[in-house]
């Protein structure tokens, strides 16, 4: 079983809908978890953390963590072209070092 | 503020070759990571400073591989005798968490892309 598992997609959804991505971890003592976006030829940009679990917002993004269920998400609400990208989700079993997913590609179809 | 940076932005070299890769942290961050990231895939952990010392080296591949951080900002992973699977781009991180802290977003430099002939 993979520490960090993620759908790689494509997952494609029109625009102005709401994009759903999900990932789901192994280590039940990680206490950090972090959505990063990276265009294609750039670097991870971090996006969102979240710590505690329930849903936090931050414009049109929330993420949602059940760390029962060993699960985080991302919503995009509003979804636009300029949101394709590859969506990383990152854990942190161990104190300071991120673990990855492989991504999610996100393609946002006008 | 200046994000994280790095230098070269690409480096292509021959088998065997050694090199340099280079991390500007952003000022502050006593914080500061390399990951090594293959086409299709997540960002892989290599290495974890925490001020001057290597707090975290697990993820260095072997001993061709080696990493300093003298003064606590710049840092330089080292490539010695090159092979083709090394191939990859080398993201740096900083972060502004202190050792052992849960709270620990990390930002990204812009990569090096290393080619190995």
């Known amino acids: 079983q993979k520490e960090v598992e993620q759908n790689s997609g494509p997952l494609s959804v029109p625009e102005g809908a709401i994009a759903s991505l999900n990932c789901t971890y192994s280590d039940r003592g990680s206490q950090s978890f972090f959505w990063y976006r990276q265009y294609s030829g750039k670097s991870p940009e971090l996006i969102m953390s979240?710590?505690?679990?329930g849903d936090k917002e931050d414009g049109r993004f929330t993420a949602q963590l059940n760390k029962a269920s060993q699960y985080v998400s991302l919503l995009i609400r509003d979804s636009q072209p300029s949101d394709s990208a590859t969506y990383l989700c990152?854990?942190?079993?161990?104190?300071?070092?991120?673990?990855f997913g492989t991504g999610t590609q996100l393609k946002v179809e006008l | 503020g200046a994000g994280v940076s790095q230098t070269p932005s690409n480096k292509v070299t021959e088998k065997g070759k050694y090199v340099e890769l280079r991390c500007d942290p952003i000022?502050?961050?006593?914080?500061l990571y390399w990951y090594r990231q293959s086409l299709g895939q997540g960002p892989e952990f290599l290495i974890y400073f925490q001020g001057t010392g290597a707090a975290d080296d697990s993820g260095l591949p072997n001993d061709r591989f080696f990493a300093v951080r003298p003064e606590g900002s710049v840092s330089t992973l080292k490539i010695q005798r090159t092979e083709r699977g090394d191939s990859a781009v080398y993201l740096c991180?900083?972060?502004?968490?202190?050792?052992?802290?849960?709270?620990?977003?990390?930002?990204f430099g812009p990569g090096t892309r290393l080619t190995v002939l």
């Open positions: 990152a854990v942190n079993p161990l104190r300071n070092k991120l673990t």
């Open positions: 991180a900083s972060s502004s968490a202190g050792k052992g802290s849960s709270y620990n977003e990390q930002f």
């Open positions: 979240i710590y505690s679990n």
């Open positions: 000022s502050g961050h006593t914080a």
